[in-house]
């Protein structure tokens, strides 16, 4: 508001005779009735000083809210399209695994195994498995069983002759006699009875084999599930049971022998190498082959005056699970080996649960052995 002529005469008379003419009081009633009151300046502050608190404050509220709800979009956007992918990828691999199931099944006939294997440029002569006991239902056991019998009889059909069996609680070790008469028999079932049944042999790292000599004198049987015309002849196959104690312990067992034979001078350090290493550990699954009663009693056999023995280290390891888990295999037996992974059959991809042993894996997996190109570093 500004001054009206009266005051601002006043106002400059007193500025020129520099305040004598009005008195304090007066200058200040003056200046009054063109000042605001204080109310209104206080009012004014506050609404001056508060609103950007407000619109700050309103702001922090927004943004951590936007950015939250982006992301739970996103992360929702992100789980639903994998999800989506993943149940097609299920459904598919289902498809062709029963498609496979249906078109090649061996109904237990050696015939049918070998005719789906022809074709192939090679087969492994050591394969291995690894398989898992589940201790949480009544016939955990029996199931075990019942497919290491299974992988030993599409073996023997295959003309694989050494099979190994990883099972990591070394369970199989305890039920030797056991399994070597459930294997027995389904090779009979699968064979016929003996002589067309295959030379079984069953063994275990610091265990007794157990290689019964079959009586060359029994006549063979005709049985409805084998072909005559393509039974095979001198089958012999070797069962070998692992567990995890032979992987890590076996390495602390041999450190700790040399060390002791290094210490009673039995032993120079210098003489300990690589070599030496490697040939004891690989001891563990060195099987003597066989192909006649007497190397199969004896454990050994002569060519040419020199004992031979199938590989110590899988040509190919099938792993029954979702996913790779050697879950404690000897590290040092599978340097070179081809590894091949079954997948998911069941819709478990936590590997929580046991994969089913089924022959349309087993047959997958030579497949697969016989496709891959081995560069052995190179």
């Given at each position: 508001?500004?001054?009206n002529?009266?005051?601002?005469?006043?106002?400059?008379?007193?500025?020129?005779?520099?305040?004598?003419?009005?008195?304090?009081?007066?200058?200040?009633?003056?200046?009054?009735?063109?000042?605001p009151?204080?109310?209104?300046?206080?009012?004014?502050?506050?609404?001056?000083t508060?609103?950007?608190?407000?619109?700050?404050?309103?702001?922090?509220?927004?943004?951590?809210?936007?950015?939250?709800?982006?992301?739970?979009?996103?992360?929702?956007?992100?789980?639903?399209?994998?999800?989506?992918?993943i149940?097609?990828?299920?459904?598919?691999?289902?498809?062709?695994?029963?498609?496979?199931?249906?078109?090649?099944?061996?109904?237990?006939?050696?015939a049918?195994?070998q005719?789906?294997?022809?074709?192939?440029?090679?087969?492994p002569?050591?394969?291995?498995?690894?398989?898992?006991?589940?201790?949480?239902?009544?016939?955990?056991?029996?199931?075990?069983?019942?497919?290491?019998?299974?992988?030993?009889?599409?073996?023997?059909?295959?003309?694989?002759?050494?099979?190994?069996?990883?099972?990591?609680?070394?369970?199989l070790?305890?039920?030797?006699?056991?399994?070597?008469?459930?294997?027995?028999?389904?090779?009979?079932?699968?064979?016929?009875?003996?002589?067309?049944?295959?030379?079984?042999?069953v063994?275990?790292?610091?265990?007794?084999?157990?290689?019964?000599?079959?009586?060359?004198?029994?006549?063979?049987?005709?049985?409805?599930?084998?072909?005559?015309?393509?039974?095979?002849?001198?089958?012999?196959?070797?069962l070998?049971?692992?567990?995890?104690?032979?992987?890590?312990?076996t390495?602390?067992?041999?450190?700790?022998?040399?060390?002791?034979?290094?210490?009673?001078?039995?032993?120079?350090?210098?003489?300990?190498?690589q070599?030496?290493?490697?040939?004891?550990?690989?001891?563990?699954?060195?099987?003597?082959?066989?192909?006649?009663?007497?190397?199969?009693?004896?454990?050994?056999?002569?060519?040419?005056?020199?004992?031979?023995?199938?590989?110590?280290?899988p040509?190919?390891?099938?792993?029954?699970?979702?996913?790779?888990?050697?879950?404690?295999?000897?590290?040092?037996?599978?340097?070179?080996?081809?590894?091949?992974?079954?997948g998911?059959?069941?819709?478990?991809?936590?590997?929580?649960?046991?994969?089913?042993?089924?022959?349309?894996?087993?047959?997958?997996?030579?497949w697969?052995?016989?496709?891959?190109?081995?560069?052995?570093?190179?």
């Amino acid at each position: 508001m500004p001054f009206n002529e009266e005051d601002t005469r006043f106002y400059r008379q007193d500025v020129e005779t520099k305040g004598h003419t009005m008195s304090t009081e007066e200058r200040r009633q003056l200046l009054e009735r063109y000042l605001p009151k204080p109310s209104n300046v206080q009012s004014a502050r506050k609404s001056t000083t508060t609103s950007p608190k407000r619109k700050s404050r309103h702001r922090r509220r927004i943004r951590p809210f936007l950015k939250q709800t982006l992301h739970l979009l996103l992360y929702l956007t992100i789980q639903f399209v994998f999800g989506v992918y993943i149940r097609i990828r299920q459904i598919i691999s289902a498809l062709f695994q029963k498609y496979i199931a249906i078109r090649h099944y061996h109904h237990r006939t050696p015939a049918y195994i070998q005719k789906d294997l022809k074709n192939l440029s090679r087969l492994p002569e050591h394969l291995s498995v690894i398989l898992k006991y589940d201790s949480s239902t009544d016939d955990g056991l029996e199931t075990l069983l019942d497919e290491v019998a299974e992988l030993s009889a599409w073996s023997a059909a295959a003309g694989i002759p050494l099979l190994s069996v990883y099972e990591k609680s070394g369970i199989l070790k305890q039920y030797m006699s056991a399994l070597h008469e459930i294997v027995q028999q389904k090779l009979v079932l699968y064979f016929g009875a003996p002589p067309s049944t295959p030379t079984l042999r069953v063994l275990a790292p610091n265990h007794p084999s157990l290689s019964p000599i079959p009586s060359p004198t029994i006549p063979a049987q005709t049985n409805g599930t084998t072909n005559g015309n393509h039974r095979p002849t001198n089958i012999s196959l070797n069962l070998l049971l692992l567990s995890e104690s032979d992987g890590r312990a076996t390495l602390v067992d041999l450190t700790r022998t040399l060390a002791e034979m290094a210490q009673a001078h039995k032993l120079r350090p210098k003489d300990i190498t690589q070599d030496l290493i490697d040939t004891e550990i690989t001891a563990t699954t060195s099987i003597p082959a066989l192909s006649s009663p007497t190397a199969l009693a004896n454990g050994t056999l002569k060519r040419n005056g020199t004992s031979s023995s199938v590989p110590s280290e899988p040509d190919l390891l099938i792993v029954f699970a979702p996913y790779i888990k050697l879950d404690g295999y000897p590290p040092w037996q599978i340097r070179l080996t081809e590894i091949f992974c079954v997948g998911d059959s069941g819709g478990d991809v936590s590997g929580r649960l046991r994969t089913r042993v089924e022959y349309q894996g087993f047959l997958r997996a030579l497949w697969n052995f016989a496709g891959a190109e081995f560069r052995f570093g190179r």
